[in-house]
């Protein structure tokens, strides 16, 4: 057991790293409650706030449909990975097919490739299939650069359940679909939860494929809405910035309503050494 000096040096480093890596957030968030006079004042906390700034721009309509947009896209993302993620462990970790290593190596080398050397690719698939300015367009990547991770914490999970609960369903006479649907899924639910929060935050907080995809004004996410705003609001950061705590603010809920399942299922699903 670490001595008690040694404790509380641990927890002062873990308090100063804190506070230096929340410095930024609390600067943006400050900001934002800035009137246009204030914004460029070189002070870490206003003196007078305002929410006047939060007013204008949730009375903005297009702020209202880049919300839903996200939203949409969010939500499609994480229930295309979980679908495919699970079937292709449940196939690789329970079924045992076939060059099952094989098709585990090609999954995860897709975790090698940087996202900016897929952009154009996948553009010039999207543009061929008439896929831009489209849920579905933006949805399909985020999935795809999403499942090799998923597959791994899934695939984990899945070998650690035992095999007797399978055997004794097949002997039921329960196909391969009801096995993994009514016995396997419910026993892997704390590694399905990481990958449900871990797909949707990083669809919310998606930039750059949206930026390409999505052109239209209509079909824009959230993480494009600066760059729509930067035009009107560019004097007047506190709106800008206002914008972009509103962005932040449903991950930021997410997670602090999920992390104790967050935690406990990417434990329980995490890679063995």
């Excluded at 369903?169 to 590694?191: F, K, M, N, Y």
Aim: aromatic fraction near 10%.
């Amino acid at each position: 057991m670490a001595e008690p000096g040694l404790q509380r040096l641990a927890l002062a480093i873990l308090i100063a790293a804190t506070a230096v890596s929340l410095i930024p957030t609390i600067y943006m968030i400050d900001i934002s409650f800035r009137t246009a006079n204030d914004s460029f004042a070189p002070v870490l906390i206003a003196a007078h706030p305002t929410i006047a700034n939060y007013v204008v721009v949730l009375h903005s309509g297009h702020l209202a449909r880049f919300f839903f947009n996200s939203v949409g896209v969010a939500a499609g993302s994480v229930a295309v990975t979980l679908f495919c993620a699970t079937t292709l462990s449940f196939a690789i970790a329970r079924l045992k097919i076939r060059f099952s290593r094989a098709i585990l190596l090609l999954v995860l080398s897709a975790l090698l490739l940087p996202l900016a050397s897929l952009l154009i690719p996948i553009t010039v698939l999207l543009r061929t299939l008439s896929l831009t300015n489209s849920w579905i367009g933006l949805i399909g990547p985020n999935a795809a650069l999403g499942i090799p991770f998923a597959t791994v914490i899934i695939k984990e999970a899945m070998t650690a359940v035992p095999d007797e609960l399978e055997e004794a369903a097949t002997l039921d006479g329960a196909a391969s679909l009801t096995v993994l649907w009514r016995i396997v899924v419910p026993l892997i639910r704390p590694a399905l939860i990481v990958v449900a929060i871990w797909e949707f935050l990083f669809s919310w907080n998606e930039f750059f494929l949206a930026l390409v995809i999505m052109t239209h004004n209509a079909t824009k996410t959230l993480p494009l809405a600066p760059l729509y705003y930067q035009g009107p609001y560019m004097t007047d950061p506190g709106k800008l910035f206002a914008i972009l705590t509103l962005i932040a603010v449903v991950p930021m809920a997410v997670y602090a309503l999920v992390q104790r399942w967050f935690v406990s299922g990417l434990m329980a699903g995490g890679v063995k050494g």
